[in-house]
């Protein structure tokens, strides 16, 4: 999660049926460190009162331009003081009169004065979204650059099964993330692999590792946020596909090795985060292995898996960044790099894995980079989601 300290959210509410998801939206920019203001219109009051809103945001809801003295004044102050302004649920009527400049009420007014980034995100009824004038609307406002987020599909408050969905508030302010991230990463391509992959015993066991792709996963959806256009491999892993990443499921290493290797010649940047199981089984059954009582060994042979990294860095151009992860039990610095003079890596990120805090199945890491040309650098423990700016910062340092 982006730290929103020092950051000024103005976040409108229009009267749509979807006005309560603005409450957990408030709930997560406030949990994220964010200073909120909101407006609401008067029919957004009909729908959630101001009182919910003023207690989750501490400031004062602002819902009528002459209701006190300072109120004319109060909404310029806003929205020059604003680093993004944000319209959850917009309703075709707002959509209207922002897309035209008209200025009748608190919202529409505060707008008109705000010059920070501005995401509109519509809910309504599917055959209103779809009407050509709310369209056209959108077009005009999209046009002048401010962000539109389109609308989920399903079932509507009114019954109707279509598009019209306000988007679920995580998926918000996700995107409030990416409205607010420098774009230094704009133009760039990267492919990241993350997860682990998983080879088959048979039908019912298989051989894999502790890997949960929660460090790929955070290295994808930051270098996205960054304006990188990324495709991510992923391994068998329990977390939701990064938004605006392209996602492409494997599940064993040669499948892992086919996706990286076609997609190779467009990447900028190569991440290998996966955990790729080193070895497999020759011979995977095809129907259950079954115990037997006389006989309490089993042996598997087992072959060696391709090596992605090295294929790569084998493969990789000058002007291509390579990036590889190392975990270790012992030995880090030694054994990080060894593995980066024998893969011809550009930067790699080692971590000892066994602690609860670090690691596989942890929210957070503790990592140190070493580059190629020797120096190093450690990122002491903190979120898998800083760590992977940090590491980003260095790739763009190292690539100049």
């Given at each position: 999660m982006m730290d929103f300290q020092n950051k000024h959210i103005l976040l409108g509410v229009t009267g749509g049926i979807a006005a309560y998801k603005a409450v957990e939206l408030l709930r997560l920019l406030k949990k994220a460190g964010a200073n909120v203001n909101v407006i609401m219109t008067e029919s957004a009051q009909k729908?959630?009162?101001?009182?919910?809103?003023?207690?989750?945001?501490?400031?004062?809801?602002?819902?009528?331009?002459?209701?006190?003295?300072d109120a004319a004044i109060k909404?310029?102050?806003?929205?020059?003081?604003?680093?993004?302004?944000?319209?959850?649920?917009?309703?075709?009527?707002?959509?209207?009169?922002?897309a035209h400049g008209i200025a009748d009420d608190a919202l529409s007014t505060t707008l008109l004065a705000?010059?920070?980034?501005v995401m509109i995100c519509p809910s309504m009824n599917t055959d209103?979204?779809?009407?050509?004038?709310?369209?056209?609307?959108?077009?005009?406002?999209?046009?002048?650059?401010?962000?539109?987020?389109d609308p989920d599909s399903g079932v509507l408050a009114c019954k109707t099964v279509g598009t019209g969905r306000l988007p679920d508030p995580w998926f918000i302010f996700d995107r409030v993330e990416a409205l607010l991230t420098q774009k230094d990463l704009k133009g760039k391509k990267i492919l990241v692999s993350a997860g682990p992959t998983v080879e088959a015993i048979d039908p019912?066991?298989?051989?894999?590792?502790?890997?949960?792709?929660?460090?790929?996963?955070?290295?994808?959806?930051?270098?996205?946020?960054?304006?990188?256009q990324v495709t991510l491999v992923s391994g068998p892993v329990s977390l939701?596909?990064?938004?605006?990443?392209?996602?492409?499921?494997?599940?064993?290493?040669?499948?892992?090795?086919?996706?990286?290797?076609?997609?190779?010649?467009?990447?900028?940047m190569i991440i290998k985060v996966a955990a790729v199981a080193d070895y497999k089984p020759i011979d995977p059954k095809k129907s259950k292995i079954k115990k037997k009582d006389n006989n309490k060994d089993l042996s598997i042979s087992m072959i060696e898996t391709p090596d992605i990294l090295k294929l790569i860095g084998e493969k990789k151009t000058k002007n291509q960044f390579l990036v590889g992860f190392a975990a270790e039990t012992d030995d880090l610095e030694k054994n990080a790099l060894l593995k980066m003079k024998k893969k011809n890596l550009d930067m790699i990120a080692a971590n000892i894995v066994g602690s609860?805090?670090?690691?596989?199945?942890?929210?957070?890491?503790?990592?140190?980079?070493?580059?190629?040309?020797?120096?190093?650098?450690?990122?002491?423990?903190?979120?898998?989601?800083?760590?992977?700016?940090?590491?980003?910062?260095?790739?763009i340092d190292k690539m100049g």
């Open positions: 729908f959630v009162g101001k009182t919910t809103f003023e207690v989750l945001s501490e400031n004062p809801v602002l819902s009528d331009l002459f209701f006190d003295a909404h310029i102050d806003l929205a020059t003081g604003a680093d993004a302004a944000i319209i959850t649920p917009a309703t075709a009527n707002t959509i209207a009169k922002v705000v010059t920070c980034p209103m979204y779809q009407n050509i004038r709310v369209q056209r609307n959108l077009d005009i406002l999209e046009k002048d650059g401010w962000q539109i987020l019912v066991r298989f051989i894999s590792n502790h890997s949960s792709g929660k460090m790929g996963y955070a290295i994808a959806s930051a270098a996205e946020k960054r304006g990188a939701e596909a990064p938004v605006g990443v392209e996602h492409i499921d494997v599940v064993t290493c040669e499948e892992m090795a086919d996706q990286m290797l076609a997609n190779l010649d467009q990447a900028d609860k805090d670090s690691g596989f199945q942890a929210d957070t890491n503790k990592v140190k980079l070493f580059f190629r040309d020797g120096t190093s650098f450690d990122i002491p423990l903190m979120g898998k989601d800083k760590v992977a700016n940090i590491l980003i910062d260095h790739m």
